[in-house]
T-cell receptor
Framework: NAGVTQTPKFRVLKTGQSMTLLCAQDMNHEYMYWYRQDPGMGLRLIHYSVGEGTTAKGEVPDGYNVSRLKKQNFLLGLESAAPSQTSVYFCASRGGGSSYEQYFGPGTRLTVT | EDKVVQSPLSLVVHEGDTVTLNCSYE??????LLWYKQEKKAPTFLFML????IEKKSGRLSSILDKKELFSILNITATQTGDSAVYLC????????????FGQGTILTVHP
């Protein structure tokens, strides 16, 4: 039982390049989330999904797209990376109901030069 | 707009000290208040608080919620160097999809 995993762990991109971050969970959770964490700003929600095939925007969605084709996977895409997207990205999942505990992956450190 | 503010932003103590971390929030539809500990990687869950005045406890850590005054505290007694971390407070409010609004975090450093 691996919980929530993320790939890759680190990535350096040049401005304008694209990439996809993969999040996978093996807990059969309905809800999945993508956050970014910047110094002094806590975690901010980028996009989320309430089930397979559904996605929605969070607080800071601009410049990102997501897809949830399978229940266990949630992909975050950057179509044209910008230096402002340099950050640490965390994926999380949650089972549902009245427990709001989210389980986090280990994070992806992305640098855009 | 939901908002969570933590204080202090950073704290340096010595082993054996007791610390209190604060979290105040504004939320349109309160559901729960959560505390996480973040060392070098992923945040790990500590507590979820839903009712006022009921203390949650785990070893040397404890937390309580005051829904009237809209704040929560996290206490750590007899601190150890392994308690050094960022402590995050988050509010689950608003909608049913379980969005968490996080505070900026408190950086706790415990010296031997």
């Amino acid at each position: 039982n691996a919980g929530v995993t993320q790939t890759p762990k680190f990535r350096v991109l040049k401005t304008g390049q694209s990439m996809t971050l993969l999040c996978a969970q093996d807990m059969n959770h309905e809800y999945m989330y993508w956050y970014r964490q910047d110094p002094g700003m806590g975690l901010r929600l980028i996009h989320y999904s309430v089930g397979e095939g559904t996605t929605a925007k969070g607080e800071v969605p601009d410049g990102y797209n997501v897809s949830r084709l399978k229940k266990q996977n949630f992909l975050l895409g950057l179509e044209s990376a910008a230096p402002s997207q340099t950050s640490v990205y965390f994926c999380a999942s949650r089972g549902g109901g009245s427990s709001y505990e989210q389980y986090f992956g280990p994070g992806t450190r992305l640098t855009v030069t | 707009e939901d908002k969570v503010v933590q204080s202090p932003l950073s704290l340096v103590v010595h082993e054996g000290d007791t610390v209190t971390l604060n979290c105040s929030y504004e939320v349109t539809n309160f559901r729960s208040l959560l505390w996480y500990k973040q060392e070098k990687k992923a945040p790990t869950f500590l507590f979820m608080l839903t009712s006022s005045g009921i203390e949650k406890k785990s070893g040397r850590l404890s937390s309580i919620l005051d829904k009237k005054e809209l704040f929560s505290i996290l206490n750590i007694t007899a601190t150890q160097t392994g308690d050094s971390a960022v402590y995050l407070c988050a509010n689950a409010g608003g909608t049913s999809y379980g969005k968490l609004t996080f505070g900026q975090g408190t950086i706790l450093t415990v010296h031997p």
